[in-house]
């Protein structure tokens, strides 16, 4: 499987999740762990480009395909993804448990709406679970990531985006 | 781990599926996995096998079919909700698509998957039973088309023999004037109680094991919705009439 560009060896145990493969047997451990329930939404990670749950996944099944995590958006040095920049801005994480998984819902919400109007940022935010916020922070960080977006053309902008799968 | 430990199964065609299906004691079809891995990650599924349905090709369509819309076991939950012709032919789909969840679940959850999964209080499987749809479910010994009115028999429970493989669940078209409703704790929950309007008939989802039909002049009639943390089975019938009457004002 593919991970942020490189291929790493396949996993083959059937039980392992693709979260805790990517936390555990490569390190990744920007993706997040909460409910392993598909109900906070920190684990969400991007396969084949479109936003998934990695803990509803089995290693296994992204055999063959291409998973980017937040570790993915920027390489260390380089300037921050447009909607890491934006929660930067617009304080859109206080403890930051639930940011890697907002990131990459937004950043598949963006590649669906680039410009999203308020109900579909409520909307594509909503299947992720924020205790610090209060959410109001990550709504503006949205509209700022929509903004910064269609300045900076992004690296993750190719082929495949946005395809509902 | 968290899963129990089971034997993974990842066949590439429907036959081979159906032969694994077949052959295979205790086996589970994996489609989207968002409700059977949620089940096996609290360890409350623990099939022997599971039959990985994902690497099928072409198994994945939604086509028009007898004036109504076909979706075939890999269609996405969002595919679905972005389809064209489902959004022409069967409006109510797509409106029923979007309360499912959210996006991300979507992109993984199948439509085919819902109604195997048959939780009383979604909402795909009342909006079969409302539209009057079918399922076909195929083996190694034929297919057989299932009708929505008997395909639910219980809480989790359908017409499927463990042999069978779901590969396309009919909608009917939904011409006339149709409604969604449904009240839930936070956006994107499973409902406490919902109802489906398609012209003059009438579903229920969330107040009985399967989904029902019921007739809109008196919609909880005969029902006796259980009650928990959430709602008190008096709030249940009160939310199917108000529902009921708002399907219908429109
Ligand atoms: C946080 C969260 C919120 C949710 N909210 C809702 C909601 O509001 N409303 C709602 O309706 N659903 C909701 N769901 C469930 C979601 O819609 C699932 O996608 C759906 O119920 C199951 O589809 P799946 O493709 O993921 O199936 P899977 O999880 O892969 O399978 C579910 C069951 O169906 C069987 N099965 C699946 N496909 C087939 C087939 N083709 N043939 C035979 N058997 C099959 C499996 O063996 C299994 O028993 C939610 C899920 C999550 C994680
Ligand atoms: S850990 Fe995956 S949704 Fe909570
Ligand atoms: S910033 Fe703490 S949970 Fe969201």
Redesign the interface.
């Known amino acids: 499987m593919k991970v942020n560009g490189f291929v790493h060896p396949a996993q083959r145990?059937?039980?392992?999740?693709l979260s805790?493969h990517l936390r555990h047997d490569l390190g990744l451990t920007g993706t997040h762990v909460g409910c392993?329930?598909?109900v906070c939404?920190c684990c969400?990670v991007l396969?084949d480009g479109?936003?998934?749950?990695s803990?509803?996944?089995?290693a296994?099944?992204a055999e063959g395909h291409e998973v980017s995590t937040v570790e993915g958006l920027a390489v260390l040095g380089a300037p921050l993804h447009p909607v890491q920049q934006a929660f930067h801005e617009c304080h859109g994480l206080q403890c930051g448990f639930c940011t890697p998984g907002f990131v990459m819902?937004v950043v598949?919400?963006l590649a669906?709406h680039p410009n999203p109007t308020r109900e579909q940022i409520?909307?594509?935010i909503?299947?992720n679970l924020c205790r610090c916020t209060g959410y109001a922070s990550i709504r503006r960080a949205v509209q700022r990531a929509s903004e910064l977006s269609q300045q900076t053309p992004s690296p993750l902008r190719g082929e495949g985006w946005g395809k509902?799968? | 781990?968290?899963?129990?430990?089971?034997?993974?199964h990842?066949p590439s065609t429907v036959e081979e599926a159906c032969a694994l299906l077949g052959s295979l004691e205790d086996a589970k079809v994996l489609a989207g996995?968002?409700s059977l891995?949620?089940l096996l990650?609290?360890r409350l599924a623990r099939p022997s096998h599971?039959v990985?349905i994902?690497r099928i090709p072409g198994l994945d369509a939604i086509y028009e079919r007898d004036g109504g819309v076909a979706v075939q076991a890999l269609a996405?939950q969002?595919?679905v909700?972005?389809s064209e012709l489902v959004a022409r032919v069967c409006p109510l789909l797509t409106a029923a698509v979007r309360l499912v969840?959210?996006?991300?679940?979507?992109?993984?959850g199948t439509v085919c998957g819902s109604l195997a999964h048959a939780d009383p209080a979604s909402e795909l499987p009342a909006v079969l039973l409302a539209l009057g749809g079918h399922v076909i479910a195929r083996s190694a010994r034929g297919d057989r088309v299932i009708e929505a009115g008997t395909f639910f028999r219980g809480v989790f429970e359908t017409a499927l023999e463990p042999d069978e493989l779901l590969v396309e669940a009919w909608f009917p078209a939904s011409p006339g004037p149709f409604a969604i409703l449904e009240e839930s704790r936070?956006?994107?929950d499973f409902a406490l109680a919902g109802v489906v309007r398609a012209a003059d008939r009438l579903a229920l989802f969330g107040v009985a094991p399967t989904p029902v039909l019921a007739d809109p002049a008196d919609p909880a009639r005969g029902l006796r919705p259980s009650g928990d943390l959430e709602a008190t089975p008096e709030f249940r019938l009160h939310l199917v009439r108000t529902l009921t009457d708002r399907a219908f004002a429109a």
């Open positions: 145990d059937p039980r392992r999740l805790d392993e329930h598909g939404g969400t396969f479109a936003p998934v749950r803990c509803l996944m089995l296994v099944q819902s598949g919400l669906q409520e909307e594509g909503s299947g509902g799968r | 781990m968290k899963p129990p430990p089971f034997e993974y990842s996995g968002q891995v949620p990650n609290f599971l990985d994902n996405r969002a595919g909700e972005d969840a959210h996006r991300v679940i979507r992109n993984r936070r956006h994107g």
